[in-house]
T-cell receptor, first 113, second 112 residues
Framework: KAGVTQTPRYLIKTRGQQVTLSCSPISGHRSVSWYQQTPGQGLQFLFE???????NKGNFPGRFSGRQFSNSRSEMNVSTLELGDSALYLC????????????FGPGTRLTVL | QQQVKQSPQSLIVQKGGISIINCAYENTAFDYFPWYQQFPGKGPALLIA?????SEKKEGRFTISFNKSAKQFSLHIMDSQPGDSATYFC???????????FGSGTQLTVLP
């Protein structure tokens, strides 16, 4: 079974731009969570989606948003990029909202110049 | 407030030795305690996990020890191998909120 797929793998943007990252969960998985990983702050939860609904949101500004489609694929968007948004953005999928085990994708490396 | 404190930050072990990484948490409501392994350029991969109703769980060379009263849990890697060299993260989660709260990570180096 294919793992979690994230596209693109690498992205370079400039301050003020916006970016959209995509995540395809493992087939049959219906929950998708997003995490930001930086050397300074470590791994931090962004948000979780199930059945196209955001269930939980981490402590990030409103510039960070996401959505989930009916096929469970998810996108996250960051508007008005700041230098501090440079990070590895990880998507994780699980069978459902009550399933503990989350499987991570390889991440999208975003660099903001 | 740091909800999960992980130590040490880095660890160097000889091949065949035992690697021990510790995590301490604050909130007694946490009910799921996984350990993740991450190699450079890859996403974290679930290694082993435990619930608070057991004090120890073993899978191959990896063991979680859980001390509910002390609010601590640890990862033991027996017979450590150079291929185990990676960054290890503990995490916690609770109830219906399935978001993982991660420790700061431990960079493990196993010398050949």
């Amino acid at each position: 079974k294919a793992g979690v797929t994230q596209t693109p793998r690498y992205l370079i943007k400039t301050r003020g731009q916006q970016v959209t990252l995509s995540c395809s969960p493992i087939s049959g998985h219906r929950s998708v969570s997003w995490y930001q990983q930086t050397p300074g702050q470590g791994l931090q939860f962004l948000f979780e989606y199930f059945s196209e609904t955001q269930r939980n949101k981490g402590n990030f500004p409103g510039r960070f948003s996401g959505r989930q489609f009916s096929n469970s694929r998810s996108e996250m968007n960051v508007s008005t990029l700041e230098l501090g948004d440079s990070a590895l953005y990880l998507c994780a999928s699980s069978l459902g909202p009550d399933t503990d085990t989350q499987y991570f994708g390889p991440g999208t490396r975003l660099t903001v110049l | 407030q740091q909800q999960v404190k992980q130590s040490p930050q880095s660890l160097i072990v000889q091949k065949g030795g035992i690697s021990i990484i510790n995590c301490a948490y604050e909130n007694t409501a946490f009910d799921y305690f996984p350990w993740y392994q991450q190699f450079p350029g890859k996403g974290p991969a679930l290694l082993i996990a435990i619930r608070p109703d057991v004090s120890e769980k073993k899978e191959g060379r990896f063991t979680i020890s859980f001390n509910k009263s002390a609010k601590q849990f640890s990862l033991h890697i027996m017979d450590s191998q150079p291929g185990d060299s990676a960054t290890y993260f503990c995490a916690v989660t609770r109830g219906s909120a399935r978001q993982l709260t991660f420790g700061s990570g431990t960079q493990l180096t196993v010398l050949p």
